[in-house]
């Protein structure tokens, strides 16, 4: 049987055309113009299926399984936990993040610099948790197992002092919200920018589960927290439902001494904090 020519296709044009695979396009474009987005590549090379190829059935079954292979294969990234270190931040990138403003309940903001140096930090140490959206009901959750487990007693007893922060990702104006909604007795405050997440190399993930259920949800499932969190944000009123933060910004927890973080722990999915039983450990909390 002759082979068939098949010309070769310009870069901005799909080597398919199927309404599945043109959903498949659609979603990949939105997510790689994400700001910060992890991924970068294409699903599909523009000449994948344009050399090589005949009439037989064969040949064109398989590039065309081939094609979804590498779409499966692209997704599949959504699912795996971020590639990132927990590895400390070093003086060049305390210098940048120190420089990024933080803002309380009443839209008031100080440099993050001031929470670990100079004569407004509070304590010996200073233990930071960054939370992601303020709608999250996985970091909700994560926040009220901390509150149970340093109780206040626990709290003003460390053999070393150590002050209790929380930063959201979102509006200041959401912060009384997320008090109320968590039971939380440390101070909150806000960074809507984002700067600070990224100086610190905390990223973006579109992976809402990761490889298990963290302990600190044990009791919380998936579409329980998952429905909760969307249901709480069409609840909120006028614009109020989308300042709660990006909702693919992932955090993590810091541990600062002496003007420097001596311990760090970053997000790899969306409930990915790390373990009470690790920040009790951390903090010399341990029973």
């Known amino acids: 049987m002759p082979t068939i020519e098949i010309p070769e296709r310009d870069h901005d044009v799909s080597p398919i055309s199927s309404p599945a695979l ?91 610099s001031t929470f670990f140096t100079g ?38 007893t460390m053999a070393v002092p150590t002050n209790i922060v929380v930063i959201g990702c979102g509006s ?16 909150i405050f806000a960074e809507p920018s984002r700067k600070l997440y990224k100086a610190l190399g905390m990223q973006l993930s579109l992976n809402l589960t990761g490889p298990k259920r963290p302990e600190y949800m044990k009791d919380v499932p998936f579409t329980q927290w998952q429905m909760r969190q969307w249901t709480t944000m069409a609840k909120a009123k006028g614009a109020k439902r989308f300042k709660g933060g990006n909702l693919l910004q992932i955090g993590g927890e810091f541990l600062f001494q002496d003007g420097q973080v001596v311990w760090c722990h970053r997000m790899k999915n969306m409930r990915g904090h790390a373990e009470v039983s690790i920040v009790k450990r951390v903090l010399e909390l341990e029973d």
């Open 172 to 187: 200041p104006s959401m912060i009384p919200f997320y008090k109320q909604e968590t039971g939380c007795p440390f101070p």
């Open 22 to 112: 043109s959903r498949v396009n659609s979603r990949t474009s939105a997510v790689s113009s994400l700001d910060d987005s992890p991924i970068s590549s294409p699903v599909f090379s523009p000449t994948q299926l344009s050399s090589g190829l005949t009439a037989s059935d064969t040949a064109t079954t398989t590039s065309f399984e081939h094609s979804f292979t590498d779409a499966d294969d692209w997704f599949g990234r959504f699912r795996e936990d971020l590639d990132i270190s927990d590895e400390c931040p070093d003086r060049g990138q305390l210098a940048v993040a120190g420089q990024v403003p933080v803002y309380d309940a009443n839209g008031n903001s100080r440099l993050f």
């Open 119 to 156: 004569l407004d930090a509070i304590g010996d140490r200073q233990f930071i948790i960054f939370v992601r959206h303020f709608y999250c009901g996985a970091c909700q959750a994560y926040m009220k197992a901390i509150a149970e487990a340093i109780t206040m007693q626990a709290y003003y």
